[in-house]
């Protein structure tokens, strides 16, 4: 009768170490969390949030299908087309900003390239608010607070 080698096993507990989402992963977050605030009739306004497809990979043709229609780089990755009013009671009172722009990046290890901060510069320049997110929760968080929706 043969034995069975014996295994070296370790005495410390291998932990899995939870994975950091990826920039799509966290912007389907968003969304998810959006379709379910305006189905819920709680945000009809999020409809009117729409996301990039500048996080998915695409094939060559498709990217430069992408550059003739003049998909540039530094564009962030969501919108939301909601002026924000200085009298949030009044829809005829002076417009804050024209709409809202986040740039989203993973909570670790996302930098954002010289266009993006170009980009981000010049669309407050114009009377939009463009800002940089770390996360799902940052991005939902900026969204709350821009529509007046946190206490």
Known sequence: MRRKP???RSHAKAY???AIP???EESMRI???ARLMVSTGQEPRLRLLRCGFEGLRLSMGVRMQA???MVSTGWPDLFLAVPQRYDVRSDTAAVKFHGLFIELKRIKG???SAEQAIMIGDLNSLG???TICRGA???IKEIKRYLNLEA
């Open 137 to 139: 929760d940052a991005a």
């Open 67 to 69: 550059k003739r229609q």
């Open 6 to 8: 014996k295994v070296q």
């Open 110 to 112: 996302g930098t954002v």
């Open 31 to 33: 969304m998810a969390w």
């Open 128 to 130: 939009y608010r463009a």
């Open 16 to 18: 899995p170490t939870k």
């Open 22 to 24: 990826t920039e799509r």
